[in-house]
């Protein structure tokens, strides 16, 4: 079982439909979380960060962490089709000396 | 503000030959950490650098080594290399030193072939 699962999609949705992305992971240790969007052929844009559990918000985005549940979603309200890519979470734990564990991530099409 | 630089942007190598990807991190940012991106794997942990040295490696062999350099840009080499090392090699670096929040270059494609 990998540490972190991830729904590979694509998720296809309309222009202005909310997207929910999810992760689920198994380490309870996990206490730092982030969601990455990438563009085909381009590197991981960090998107939101959060540590520990609740939620974020920043303009369309909104994180959210259930550490009980062991669940982190990205809510983007509005999609656009610039928002169509590859959408990775990643966490880590105070241990790992800053290693990142990445999601497979989860292909998002937006269409107009 | 400049982001994370790479390069080359592509590299083709045969097995067995060495390949030698450099990055320049944000300035101000001190610590370098580089990912692989292999197709059906992920990104994997391949090394972190702060201050010039290798603080944590991942579960690579010992052929993938790299160094930073004292203006903080590093250097990821890969000796003997083997048609499985084809990936995008990812570099990210972080202000003020250590962070989980870290922020990537557009990557160097390396094919073997």
């Known amino acids: 079982q990998k540490e972190v699962e991830q729904d590979p999609g694509p998720l296809s949705v309309p222009e202005g439909a909310i997207v929910s992305l999810n992760c689920t992971y198994s380490n309870s240790a996990f206490q730092y979380f982030m969601w990455y969007r990438q563009y085909s052929r381009k590197g991981p844009e960090l998107l939101m960060y959060t540590y520990s559990s609740g939620n974020k918000e920043d303009g369309r985005f909104t994180a959210q962490v259930d550490k009980s549940s062991k669940y982190i979603s990205l809510f983007i309200r509005d999609s656009q089709p610039s928002d169509s890519a590859t959408y990775l979470c990643?966490?880590?734990?105070?241990?790992?000396?800053?290693?990142?564990?990445f999601g497979s991530g989860t292909r998002l099409l937006v269409r107009p | 503000e400049a982001g994370v630089t790479q390069s080359p942007t592509h590299l083709i190598k045969t097995r067995g030959q060495q390949a030698t990807l450099r990055c320049s991190p944000i300035?101000?940012?001190?610590?370098v950490y580089w990912y692989q991106q292999a197709l059906g794997l992920g990104l994997q942990f391949l090394l972190w650098y702060d201050e010039g040295e290798e603080r944590n490696r991942g579960n690579f062999p010992p052929r993938f080594s790299g160094r930073q350099f004292p203006n903080y840009s590093s250097e990821l080499n890969v000796n003997a290399l083997e048609l499985e090392d084809s990936a995008l090699y990812l570099c990210?670096?972080?202000?003020?030193?250590?962070?989980?929040?870290?922020?990537f270059g557009p990557g160097t494609r390396l094919t073997v072939t």
């Open positions: 300035s101000g940012h001190t610590s």
């Open positions: 990643a966490m880590s734990n105070r241990d790992s000396s800053y290693k990142l564990i």
């Open positions: 990210a670096s972080s202000s003020a030193g250590p962070s989980y929040e870290q922020y």
